[in-house]
């Protein structure tokens, strides 16, 4: 299929895409800090740069675009049709990326937690903390929070 917008259109759009201090991202953080929880954000020293962390809980949360990190059974993880051999490669790279730092944390001791965009749209802030808390408090080494009603 032939893309819809021309090359340089297409080029400025994907350059608008953010890959820190997402909306999603600033939800989340809203959220945490709602409940009471101080964290630190984009540790690069950690494996894959987590986008929030609970230093004193041990606690690293990843925050996911569906589309980027083809959240399965999502439909906002649907691979375009256009240029598809592309796309499937780039996000199968971004997953493939995701797991290694999801081990590789575990492995230093810490605990995981990936929130997805989709269940992030479907929750009320102060439940959505209530959510995440839920998980901190626990011992789950890792987790996600999905959304809750399927497509």
Not at 31 to 59: C, E, M, N, Q, T
Not at 127 to 132: M, T
């Amino acid at each position: 299929m032939i893309d819809k917008v021309t090359p340089e259109t297409r080029s400025r759009m994907m350059s608008g895409i953010r890959s820190k201090n997402t909306r999603p991202e600033k939800l989340v953080r809203s959220a945490l800090f709602a409940a009471g929880y101080r964290f630190r954000i984009h540790r690069k020293d950690l494996p894959g740069s987590p986008d929030i962390v609970l230093p004193g809980k041990k606690v690293a949360i990843f925050v996911h675009g569906c589309f980027w990190h083809r959240h399965g059974g999502c439909k906002l993880a649907k691979l375009p049709s256009t240029n598809p051999d592309f796309w499937r490669k780039k996000l199968d790279g971004n997953v493939d990326r995701d797991r290694k730092a999801v081990e590789a944390l575990i492995l230093l001791g810490w605990r995981v937690l990936t929130v997805w965009e989709c269940a992030i749209k479907e929750h009320e802030l102060p439940e959505f903390g209530r959510l995440i808390s839920g998980w901190i408090e626990e011992s789950a080494r890792c987790g996600e929070i999905p959304k809750l009603i399927p497509d």
